[in-house]
T-cell receptor, first 113, second 112 residues
Framework: GEDVEQSLFLSVREGDSSVINCTYTDSSSTYLYWYKQEPGAGLQLLTYIFSNMDMKQDQRLTVLLNKKDKHLSLRIADTQTGDSAIYFCAESNRESSASKIIFGSGTRLSIRP | DGGITQSPKYLFRKEGQNVTLSCEQN?????MYWYRQDPGQGLRLIYYSQIVNDFQKGDIAEGYSVSREKKESFPLTVTSAQKNPTAFYLC???????????FGDGTRLSIL
């Protein structure tokens, strides 16, 4: 079945860029998402990209999609302490009869001073 | 402001008891979802509903039940048949099938 994988942890110095990577298996993915979860809270939709796009930029966030390698990345420029959270990569397939999003296990981003 | 409201934020269940988690949305979304999140893990889909009066089982539906009598509401009942109910429960909604989902703030369920 479909799968989404991401590394569990990332530590970055404050002010540097963070790059969180994700791989997925569904070659028919329609949307690819990045969600942010702060402690004790729900998931916040940060950004998403259509599978026919290569890149999407939104302020400090840049999403890159390599469809050939089924690789998605999220770059956070000028990382701040408020960016500490768990980041989930996810994908959905509009052609699938099941209306579900497949989530990765999340990457915990910690910020060092 | 539009959004998804889950209540209560914390819930405790006694052995053999059913409990119901509330989820209300005012986004006018057709689809609603329930997920379970265990510590250090991703989300697993319990049930979802694409329209009123219709719902489907997700990956881990055993021990849970839902109803969708109104577009705005999608309550989840954790029954006594669910032997390991301690988890963080998240409700979400989307405009339609496989569209971006928006989440509530979650309900943390614990066993007394």
């Amino acid at each position: 079945g479909e799968d989404v994988e991401q590394s569990l942890f990332l530590s970055v110095r404050e002010g540097d860029s963070s790059v969180i990577n994700c791989t997925y298996t569904d070659s028919s993915s329609t949307y690819l998402y990045w969600y942010k979860q702060e402690p004790g809270a729900g998931l916040q939709l940060l950004t998403y990209i259509f599978s026919n796009m290569d890149m999407k930029q939104d302020q400090r966030l840049t999403v890159l999609l390599n469809k050939k390698d089924k690789h998605l990345s999220l770059r956070i420029a000028d990382t701040q302490t408020g960016d500490s959270a768990i980041y989930f990569c996810a994908e959905s397939n509009r052609e699938s009869s099941a209306s579900k999003i497949i989530f990765g296990s999340g990457t915990r981003l910690s910020i060092r001073p | 402001d539009g959004g998804i409201t889950q209540s209560p934020k914390y819930l405790f269940r006694k052995e053999g008891q059913n409990v119901t988690l509330s989820c209300e949305q005012n986004l006018n979304h057709d689809a609603m979802y329930w997920y379970r999140q265990d510590p250090g893990q991703g989300l697993r889909l319990i049930y979802y509903s694409q329209i009123v009066n219709d719902f489907q089982k997700g990956d881990i539906a055993e021990g849970y039940s839902v109803s969708r009598e109104k577009k705005e509401s999608f309550p989840l009942t954790v029954t006594s048949a669910q032997k390991n109910p301690t988890a963080f429960y998240l409700c979400a909604s989307s405009i339609g099938v496989a569209q971006p989902q928006h989440f509530g703030d979650g309900t943390r369920l614990s066993i007394l």
